[in-house]
């Protein structure tokens, strides 16, 4: 970069980190207050909860094996991986943990049922009167009420008890459209962009030797590109799947989008990328970080274009709900 000088650089490297570290403070930090406000991270996938905290991991480790990366980007690093703790516990605290509980419940329920079962079929067997047992006689309500395990439950029966709760029945038919055709390109975009440039970083590196540790650090930095370019497909899919992004803070994207470019600007704009005898090792060991923040740019505004899809269909859902209430 002839135009720029090395300190002008340095200047706008500081800047553009700074700027991306804020935006990064304003993605996450509303995700987690709206988890905490709400209660609930139903609308998080927990793909892309995994994902994204295994690409930070990743990001972290490889940070501190490589010699060429900058400071912001290890406190952007642990940052991130800060949040992921919090995120990764709101989604145990309100969907794991009430669901385990559930689940419990219910076994109990279950063992008192299959308990019941057993006297009332002990007793049969004995000659007792199965209509009157301890002095406690059994109405036709009782009996129609009884659980059985495998019939019906006060006249309701588990087979469609299991289809109420059934998230994979969509009663307003988007079920009948094939989920897997919109995200089946964009899956085969992101690999073909890892698999690309990690070819033309090998072709420009052979000349240049690398240790051990540094073949370590371009492995764990590939790997986390790998993993951060993939990691907003299960959200996308999810949101799909329910045509709806609530539950999900439109500032965690917006901001990602400018932290991201921000990120890569900051990297283009090192000093020890302006240099002409740095330059060229300084990009072969940042290109994973580089293609890690500019790639993802692409899935977030697929976000807002669901969000502007999604949004359309409950407004008008809205309207017509409105326009009857007014009515009634």
């Not at 987690?32 to 990001?59: M, Q």
């Not at 079920?175 to 085969?188: A, E, G, M, N, V």
């Not at 330059?279 to 502007?308: A, C, N």
Request: proline residues 4%.
């Amino acid at each position: 970069m002839p135009f720029l000088s090395e300190g002008s650089a340095d200047i706008l490297s500081h800047l553009f980190s700074t700027v991306s570290l804020c935006s990064w403070m304003c993605a996450q930090l509303p995700q987690i207050f709206l988890n905490y406000r709400s209660k609930s991270t139903e609308g998080i996938s927990p793909g892309f909860l995994a994902l994204w905290a295994l690409g930070d991991l990743l990001s972290l480790s490889s940070c501190f094996i490589n010699d060429k990366v900058l400071y912001f980007q290890v406190y952007l690093s642990l940052f991130f991986v800060s949040n992921d703790v919090v995120l990764c516990y709101q989604y145990y605290r309100y969907n794991v943990k009430p669901e385990f509980q559930r689940s419990l419940v219910t076994d109990d329920s279950e063992q008192t049922v299959d308990g019941l079962n057993r006297i009332i079929s002990g007793a049969a067997r004995y000659g007792c009167d199965t209509e009157i047992i301890h002095g406690v006689e059994a109405t036709d309500d009782t009996k129609r009420s009884l659980p059985v395990k495998g019939k019906e439950v006060s006249g309701v029966s588990k087979t469609s008890s299991s289809d109420i709760h059934n998230p994979n029945n969509d009663s307003d038919g988007y079920r009948k459209l094939d989920p897997f055709k919109p995200l089946h390109t964009i899956s085969i975009v992101a690999s073909s962009l890892s698999s690309a440039d990690a070819l033309a970083v090998n072709r420009v590196a052979r000349s240049t030797h690398y240790t051990s540790q540094d073949k370590l650090a371009l492995f764990l930095a590939w790997s986390c590109t790998c993993v951060y370019i993939s990691s907003r497909i299960p959200q996308l899919y999810k949101n799909y799947r329910r045509k709806s992004v609530q539950g999900i803070s439109p500032l965690l994207f917006g901001a990602a989008v400018l932290g991201n470019l921000t990120y890569t600007a900051s990297i283009l704009l090192s000093p020890q990328f302006v240099r002409p005898d740095d330059r060229m090792e300084f990009f072969v060991k940042q290109i994973p970080y580089i293609v890690g923040s500019s790639g993802t740019v692409f899935f977030d505004y697929l976000y807002f274009y669901q969000r502007y899809l999604y949004h359309e269909r409950r407004t008008d859902n809205f309207s017509m709900n409105n326009w009857h209430g007014s009515v009634e």
